[in-house]
T-cell receptor, first 115, second 114 residues
Framework: GENVEQHPSTLSVQEGDSAVIKCTYSDSASNYFPWYKQELGKRPQLIID?????GEKKDQRIAVTLNKTAKHFSLHITETQPEDSAVYFCAAESAGGTSYGKLTFGQGTILTVHP | DAGVTQSPTHLIKTRGQQVTLRCSPKSGHDTVSWYQQALGQGPQFIFQ???????QRGNFPDRFSGHQFPNYSSELNVNALLLGDSALYLCASSPWVGSGNTIYFGEGSWLTVV
């Protein structure tokens, strides 16, 4: 089955700096890669996603890049703000057969943005 | 348009008891998946229901079972509760057809087993 590795496990930055979180996946058939932000005690909230037919997607201060050949994808947050502090999870959806809708998550990255 | 709704939000059970958690998917979605998120970890896939059948299952014992109703809502049942079952249980919904559909999570049900 799919395996997703996420790094780093913790990330501490100063307000205004950029933050980068990286994930690798094992199943070359995976073709959907969402990123979730989870604040303490709350559900994971989708912040951006990318599908395998594109290499990069941007939404204001957040961008995601995908390298299907190398089987890795990354989250980039620019001009970080204290409210960006949370746990971030990457995930991959296996494709084909009956695998639709099953997400495999990374271990999470605790992002702390210091004012 | 209601999103994914779950109930109850919090509950406390004793070891050996049984629990039932409920989920209503987002309007227009016919597929419901359940995830377990232990403290400090990412969500782990339990199983998925479509057309009232279990379609996929993760690495969870038979104590975890589910059901989907004709209106697409779903239940997660856990029997013979263990302390290690304490976690946030998340319901996710999506359309069945095709891959790459956005998957929406409910607020979750916090289960504490004492």
């Amino acid at each position: 089955g799919e395996n997703v590795e996420q790094h780093p496990s913790t990330l501490s930055v100063q307000e205004g700096d950029s933050a980068v979180i990286k994930c690798t996946y094992s199943d070359s058939a995976s073709n959907y890669f969402p990123w979730y932000k989870q604040e303490l005690g709350k559900r994971p909230q989708l912040i951006i996603d990318i599908r395998s037919n594109v290499g990069e997607k941007k939404d204001q201060r957040i961008a995601v890049t995908l390298n299907k050949t190398a089987k890795h994808f990354s989250l980039h947050i620019t001009e970080t703000q204290p409210e960006d502090s949370a746990v971030y999870f990457c995930a991959a959806e296996s494709a084909g057969g009956t695998s639709y809708g099953k997400l495999t998550f990374g271990q999470g990255t605790i992002l702390t943005v210091h004012p | 348009d209601a999103g994914v709704t779950q109930s109850p939000t919090h509950l406390i059970k004793t070891r050996g008891q049984q629990v039932t958690l409920r989920c209503s998917p987002k309007s227009g979605h016919d597929t419901v998946s359940w995830y377990q998120q232990a403290l400090g970890q990412g969500p782990q896939f339990i199983f998925q229901y479509y057309e009232e059948e279990e379609r996929q299952r993760g690495n969870f014992p038979d104590r975890f079972s589910g059901h989907q109703f004709p209106n697409y809502s779903s239940e997660l049942n856990v029997n013979a509760l263990l302390l290690g079952d304490s976690a946030l249980y998340l319901c996710a919904s999506s359309p069945w057809v095709g891959s790459g559909n956005t998957i929406y999570f409910g607020e979750g049900s916090w289960l504490t087993v004492v």
